[in-house]
């Protein structure tokens, strides 16, 4: 009876044993390794440098406060707002005060920049993660008067420099339009290096 107990348990240990390295340790190691050789710039976060200095991700947004950038979603993530280690929603629902209250707040003062204009949803709702970087093209162009503004720029120069960089759906179907915000705002301060 022993026996066949250590007879059945032998290869069930060395079974598990042999996965645990092959798909614990092996298979990963060799995704690394594949992603390194093939693709290090997303393997190691698609982070954009300036010189030797991360400035940030084109996976991950980031809040631009001055008048002078265009401005991402809001966001829930972390106590103030886009901190990639604390990645989460708002957890309210659509029955919450606050959250209606926060949303007619931020849509008011953004319907004052632009009277008459609706004010796109995505500049005033988060998205679930709270780090979107991007933000739908009619977002992006909502803020093309502020921003020429404050520039000092023609806002059609402007409007033309948010349209050239419009993300369009991969294969023409797959996801949204969008704009990625430190994209633009990077190409932004490089076409007005100066002003």
């Not at 265009?70 to 993530?77: D, I, K, N, Q, T």
């Not at 349209?163 to 339009?177: D, N, V, W």
Request: proline share 7%; glycine share 10%.
């Amino acid at each position: 009876m022993l026996s066949d107990l250590r007879s059945a348990l032998r290869p069930a240990l060395v079974l598990t044993l042999l996965f645990a390295l092959l798909l614990g340790l092996a298979y990963p190691l060799a995704l690394t390794g594949i992603g390194q050789a093939l693709f290090p710039y997303q393997a190691n976060g698609s982070l954009v440098r300036e010189g030797d200095r991360v400035i940030g991700s084109a996976l991950i947004g980031q809040a631009f406060a001055s008048d002078r950038y265009f401005h991402g979603r809001p966001s829930a993530a972390g106590a103030n707002g886009y901190d990639a280690a604390a990645s989460a929603g708002s957890n309210l629902g659509p029955a919450s005060k606050a959250l209606a209250e926060r949303v007619r707040n931020d849509a008011q003062a953004l319907a004052a920049l632009a009277p008459g204009r609706p004010v796109p949803p995505d500049l005033v709702t988060t998205s679930a993660s709270g780090l979107d970087p991007h933000i739908s093209p009619e977002a992006a162009l909502y803020q093309v008067d502020r921003v020429a503004k404050v520039r000092g720029l023609p806002a059609e120069q402007v409007r033309a420099w948010v349209q050239a960089r419009i993300e369009y759906p991969l294969l023409g179907f797959i996801g949204e339009s969008r704009v990625n915000v430190l994209a633009l705002n990077r190409a932004l301060d490089r076409e007005t290096k100066g002003n």
